[in-house]
């Protein structure tokens, strides 16, 4: 069981170039949500989904763009490449949203560390 | 925003319980508290949850006071692999589940 899988593990960009990181869940949950950590700081939430083709923003969401056409998947694209989007980011998912599911912890991937030169 | 209060960081002895307070002052009735910790740069792990009740797992227990605006977790029995930032939530949205991390406490454990 591979759980939250993200690709690639480490990446550096240009100011100004594009690029997508991978997410990818085997657990048939429903909630994917992307979040980014800064030094020394907690996780921000960046976006989330709480479905297939259902898409929302979190607290940072400026600068990035999310989908999601199927429920494995949950890509997160650099659209044009900031320096201020250095940063180390996780994805995670849970089972579902809902009251019902409120207790179910969040499975977090190992991250991608982005430099943005 | 939903936040906690934490201390920043602490120290205990190898073999020891270490014990790791969290206020959660503005804990409404249906949201839980979560705790995750963060060994060096993994992702976040799942540790426990609770509403009301004190909770216990394998990994640790959460003692919530009767007013739900504090809560301690306890590590047993603490090692060297404990050593790690630990953050406590409440959950904003229980519906929705958006965690919102603070800065956590960074535990660490001395041989």
């Known amino acids: 069981n591979a759980g939250v899988t993200q690709t690639p593990k480490f990446q550096v960009l240009k100011t100004g170039q594009s690029m997508t990181l991978q997410c990818a869940q085997d657990?048939?949950?429903?909630?994917m949500s992307w979040y980014r950590q800064d030094p020394g700081m907690g996780l921000r939430l960046i976006h989330y989904s709480v479905g297939a083709g259902i898409t929302d923003q979190g607290e940072v969401p400026n600068g990035y763009n999310v989908s999601r056409s199927t429920t494995e998947d949950f890509p997160l694209r650099l659209l044009s490449a900031a320096p201020s989007q250095t940063s180390v980011y996780f994805c995670?998912?849970?089972?579902?949203?809902?009251?019902?599911?409120?207790?179910?912890?969040?499975?977090f991937g190992d991250g991608t560390r982005l430099s943005i030169l | 925003d939903a936040k906690t209060t934490q201390p920043p960081s602490m120290d205990c002895a190898e073999g020891r319980a270490a014990n790791l307070p969290c206020n959660h002052s503005t804990i409404s009735g249906n949201e839980y508290v979560y705790w995750y910790r963060q060994i060096h740069s993994q992702g976040p792990q799942y540790i426990i949850h609770g509403l009301k009740n004190n909770e216990t797992n394998e990994m640790a227990s959460l003692i919530i006071t009767e007013d739900r605006k504090s809560s301690t977790l306890i590590l047993p029995h603490a090692t060297l692999r404990d050593t790690a930032v630990y953050y406590c939530?409440?959950?904003?949205?229980?519906?929705?589940?958006?965690?919102?991390f603070g800065q956590g406490t960074r535990l660490t454990i001395n041989p």
């Open positions: 939530i409440q959950s904003r949205n229980p519906a929705a589940q958006k965690l919102v």
């Open positions: 657990m048939n949950h429903e909630y």
């Open positions: 995670a998912s849970r089972p579902g949203t809902g009251m019902f599911y409120s207790n179910q912890p969040q499975h």
